[in-house]
């Protein structure tokens, strides 16, 4: 058989023979954004990649100043006082920047128990396939797959810097509208109400590129990347509720 004629195995049904991911951190994000099974099937064949650190330096980074400066608006909205920092760094004190500073570092670290519980999940799939986890690869994979919410915290603060309003989480301004919601059991308002703060276009962006990443990068079938899903979504709508978010 001609050799030119064998196709590399990308993952679950390759469609391409394109391998490698590209040098560069911008242009990973890229292909990422644009090209996600192409990205998570390169991925897939990569052993010793770097990246995936800046990508989380940024996401973390982005969500804590994005918090931090809805808090400050927040409060300035409650307290009809002028905002002092376009970063939402107020020059009250001390005790003020403590507080933002505990704002963000505390909206980073839901970001990285989210991480943990993913990859505690992501380990089914190769057992499910009859092979060992790889924590390491659920790692670069559950990384990858919070772009889009770094996205949205990255547009978020712009929008804030450039003097827009802070307003309601998702769409969580309308759930107070639906028939009957004042009678719902508390459980379900509660329940509600976090998924409607949750439900944006970039959330549900993340979990496609997880599903994506589970069934590309880590080879897995298709129930059992769905059933991954199907766990993560009800622990990410209760999550914050537990913690107090």
Known sequence: MNSTSQQPYLGPHPTTTHT?????????????????????????????????????????????FSAVRYESLTEQNASDSPASSQLGLSEAGQDSFTDQFSIGLTQASIIILYWLIQIMLMAVIPLFAGHPPRFGKNLQVVVWASVPLGIMAGGQLIYYVAGGAAGAAGVSGVINELPGYADYPSALRTAARSLAEQLTVFWLWNLLLLYFGARYALTGKRWACLLVLIIWIPLAIFLPTVLGT
Request: cysteine-free; proline content about 4%.
């Open 20 to 64: 490698r991911l590209p040098r560069g951190l911008w242009k990973q994000i890229w292909l990422l954004v644009f090209q996600p099974r192409l990205f998570f099937r390169a991925l897939a064949r990569v052993e010793n990649t770097r990246n995936w650190v800046g990508v989380s330096i940024l996401v973390l980074g982005l969500t804590g």
